[in-house]
Structures are given as C-alpha cells and as structure tokens.
Antibody, heavy 123, light 106 residues
Framework: QVQLVQSGAEVKKPGSSVKVSCKAS????????ITWVRQAPGQGLEWMGG????????KDAQKFQGRVTFSTDESTRTAYMELNSLRSEDTAVYYC????????????????WGQGTTVTVSS | DIQMTQSPSSLSASVGDRVTLSCRAS??????LHWYQQKPGMAPKLLIY???SLQSGVPSRFSGSGSGTDFTLTISSLQPEDFATYYC????????FGQGTKVEFK
C-alpha cells in the first residue's frame, strides 16, 4: 500500500526558502508522478507542479515558475519541493500526492496524499 | 489556463438527502475530471476519477457523470460522514481545481 509521509511544520521569514520532503513507500517513485498541491488557510486547493522521478521530468504551474524546484532522492525514496523568495501569501499547508502514471498528458487523478506540511511565513 | 467553476459554493442538506454538485470547465476537457472530498484538517481523498469511475473503497452512494465542460457529483443518500468540502479537478491541461462546494448539515 502506497504511503507518503511528509516533513514537519516550518516557520520561515519573508524572502527565505523552504524545502518540504515527502517520503514514499516501496517503489512509489518508480511508477508515479509526484505532484504538489497547497492550501492557504480557509482557501481551496492549488496545484503547484511536480516531477516524474524516473525521468527527472518536472512541470510547474505558471504561477510558480522560477520560484519552485521539484527533486527526488531515489536512495531515500524521498521527493522534495523547494519554494524560494517566500512571502506571507505562501503561508499554507503543502501536500504531496501520487498520480499513478509516467506521463503528464495521461491526466490521471491524485490517488494517494501525504498528511500535509504547514508552512508559515512571518516576520 | 482552464478554469473550473463549482456550484453551489455551499449547500445545506439532511441525512438521507440526494445531493447533486456541479462543476463546469472553461473549455472542453473530455473526461479528465476528478472529484475529491476533504474534511477539516485532513488531506483530500479521491472519490471519482475520469468523470465517472469510483475509486476503490469509496461507497457506491457516490457517483459521477458528465463530459466535455459539464460534470456532476451525486451522493444518492447523504450520510453523517459525508459532510465535507468537495473539489473537482481537471487534468486535461496542467491541473486545476474548482473552488469547492461545502456540504453542511441543515
């Protein structure tokens, strides 16, 4: 059974960076897209982008282009999302999730989710 | 970018009610439409994928329909555990979520 376990809550200063990790079970990184979604307090879900680990192919939502980096470490079965130049509007819960495909155009759903990581940006 | 619009934004219902939630895409997305349920403080949970396929383990009272630009999630008989917020999502081009429909207790 696929499981995703995310790193703990973070408090960051404006202008700094945050790197959130998402540890996967078994061969998850070899057979899935790892995608990232965030949710600001009281707001809806916002897709940020993600990575196909086996091809090291990333895709960013236009809003985050140039500010977000997706990566993986296959030796530890861990995916990462790093967001730079943080501002107060980046305060949110960040989720990783799997799409059980190896092609962005297959358009499948996000079937397994991590528990979420709260990132607070405050001076 | 493809915009997803859900209606209503919230609704009040009672246990046993039949509930219908709508989702409209700003352009044709075929059947690349999925539905999620989210409860407070929890991660979203996949209910329906590719417009009408029921995710494993999800009760059969949930069903999805539609294609192109107009989609529907139906709960045939609302149960106490179904009070939550529901999101639609398109994966035809990039990924976009609707703003959500909150199902509240009447």
């Amino acid at each position: 059974q696929v499981q995703l376990v995310q790193s703990g809550a973070e408090v960051k200063k404006p202008g700094s960076s945050v790197k959130v990790s998402c540890k996967a079970s078994g061969d998850t990184l070899r057979s899935n897209i790892i995608t990232w979604v965030r949710q600001a307090p009281g707001q809806g879900l916002e897709w940020m982008g993600g990575i196909i680990p086996v091809f090291r192919e990333t895709k960013d939502a236009q809003k985050f282009q140039g500010r977000v980096t997706f990566s993986t470490d296959e030796s530890t079965r861990t995916a990462y999302m790093e967001l730079n130049s943080l501002r107060s509007e980046d305060t949110a819960v960040y989720y990783c999730a799997t799409e059980p495909r190896l092609n962005w155009n297959d358009g499948y759903a996000m079937d397994v989710w991590g528990q979420g990581t709260t990132v607070t940006v405050s001076s | 970018d493809i915009q997803m619009t859900q209606s209503p934004s919230s609704l009040s219902a009672s246990v046993g009610d039949r509930v219908t939630l709508s989702c409209r895409a700003s352009q044709n997305i075929g059947s690349y439409l999925h539905w999620y349920q989210q409860k407070p403080g929890m991660a979203p949970k996949l209910l329906i994928y590719i417009a009408s396929s029921l995710q494993s383990g999800v009760p059969s009272r949930f069903s999805g329909s539609g294609s192109g630009t107009d989609f529907t999630l139906t709960i045939s008989s609302l149960q106490p555990e179904d009070f939550a917020t529901y999101y639609c999502q398109q994966t035809y081009s990039g990924r976009t979520f609707g703003q959500g429909t909150k199902v509240e207790f009447k």
